[in-house]
């Protein structure tokens, strides 16, 4: 885990690396379908991983700050490549491991449109106040596999784009290896 912490994490180049797919994808590497559960539930992801843990979870925020995003964030959210975006990066703890890496890049146009109290978070996910937002939408889905040359091993990664209030933000969650071992998935 202390990879993820960082400066190379961070780096647009490191999240340029990994590659996007849409589930189903012709010609890929595909979940089998237990992993695919995981990585196109629609509902909270917390709430999922309270439920594994028995209640066993906690949020450790790792970073969060001012940086550019990778160039494949700023497309999925129609920024400018030189803009900057609030980037905060957590690990989801359950039974006092490791299970999941999230990143969220909130642009600050979002910030502005009445979210500012997502930079207060803190400990606390992301989930938690996403999911009982009534103006939130999930409007896209993307998952990849384990990539060798990426900074952090992973066993499957999602990412989301998601708009509170019709502004953007992306949440990219990367399933470590304590969760698949916790739940028994396959490769």
């Not at 995981?38 to 450790?60: E, M, P, Y």
């Not at 890049?105 to 992301?126: A, D």
């Not at 969650?173 to 490769?187: A, N, T, V």
Request: with cysteine.
């Amino acid at each position: 885990m202390q990879q993820l912490t960082s400066q190379q994490a961070a780096s647009r180049q490191e999240w340029g690396k990994l590659n996007w797919m849409r589930p189903h994808t012709p010609g890929q590497i595909h979940p089998d379908e237990e992993w695919l559960d995981w990585l196109t539930d629609a509902s909270s992801l917390t709430r999922r991983l309270r439920q594994v843990s028995q209640q066993h979870f906690h949020v450790q925020l790792l970073q969060q700050k001012l940086l550019k995003p990778a160039l494949n964030e700023c497309r999925l959210l129609g920024m400018a490549t030189q803009e900057y975006a609030l980037v905060r990066q957590v690990v989801l703890h359950g039974l006092n491991q490791p299970w999941v890496f999230a990143r969220t890049v909130i642009p600050l146009p979002t910030l502005r449109q009445g979210n500012r109290h997502l930079m207060l978070l803190g400990n606390r996910s992301l989930g938690s106040v996403l999911f009982k937002n009534t103006h939130t939408q999930r409007t896209s889905q993307e998952i990849t596999p384990y990539h060798a040359d990426f900074c952090a091993p992973f066993v499957w990664g999602r990412r989301s784009t998601f708009e509170i209030r019709q502004a953007p933000l992306l949440v990219t969650e990367l399933f470590l290896e304590p969760f698949r071992q916790h739940l028994q998935l396959q490769f």
